[in-house]
C-alpha cells in the first residue's frame, strides 16, 4: 500500500514519520521517496485511522484525493531539482511528466488550480530561496550562483531574483553582509 504524506520534507518529518510508525511497530519500506509511504503489508481500517490521526496531530496529513496527492509530488521533484548541481538533462516540465507519468498540462493544471501558483512560480521561489541562502553564506559569487542553480545569465538570475525579493542580488547580498 502506498500513501502520500503531506509536509514531508525536511529531514525532521521524516524521522519523526519514522519514529511514529517504529512506536506503532507498522512495517515500512524505510526509503521515503516523494512523501511516499509505502506499507509493504496491508494495514487495517482500524490502525490506518490511528496513524491518521496522529500524523494529523503532527501536520503530517495522509492524503487520499488525488488532487492534494499530485501537488504534494510535484513539489519534492521541484525540491530534489533544485538540491541537483548537475545541470537539468531536460526542460523541468518534461521531467516532472516523466516523473510523475502524467501528461505536464494536466499536472500545471492540477496543480495551479489547487494551489494558487503556477509551477513555474514555485520553481522560481525555490531557485530565489536557494540564491538567499549562498547569498548569505558569503561562499559564492553571483555569478557562481547563478551557474549553480542553471540560469542562462547572471541577467536572467537577478531579474528573478529582485522579481521576487525587490532587490537585485548584489543589494541583497550587501544589506547581509553589514
Known sequence: MKFIIKNLAADEAVN???SILDGLK???????VLGELTL????????????????EAHNLPILTDRREQLPEQV???????????????ENYSHYISRRLGL???????VFSSTQGVTIEHL???????????MLLSGNYSIGRIAELLHY???GHFSNQFKKVT???PSAFKKGTLQ
Do not use: C, F, W
Open 152 to 154: 542562462s545569465s547572471i
Open 103 to 109: 501528461n505536464y498540462t494536466y499536472i500545471a493544471n
Open 166 to 168: 525587490g532587490k537585485n
Open 75 to 89: 513539489r519534492h521533484i521541484i525540491r530534489e531539482m533544485l538540491e541537483d548541481t548537475k545541470p537539468p538533462q
Open 123 to 133: 520553481i522560481i521561489e525555490g531557485k530565489v530561496e536557494k540564491a538567499r541562502q
Open 16 to 18: 519523526l514519520l519514522k
Open 26 to 32: 507498522i512495517v515500512y519500506d524505510r526509503n521515503i
Open 40 to 55: 509493504p503489508q496491508g494495514i487495517s481500517p482500524a490502525r490506518l485511522r490511528q496513524l491518521g490521526s496522529i500524523l
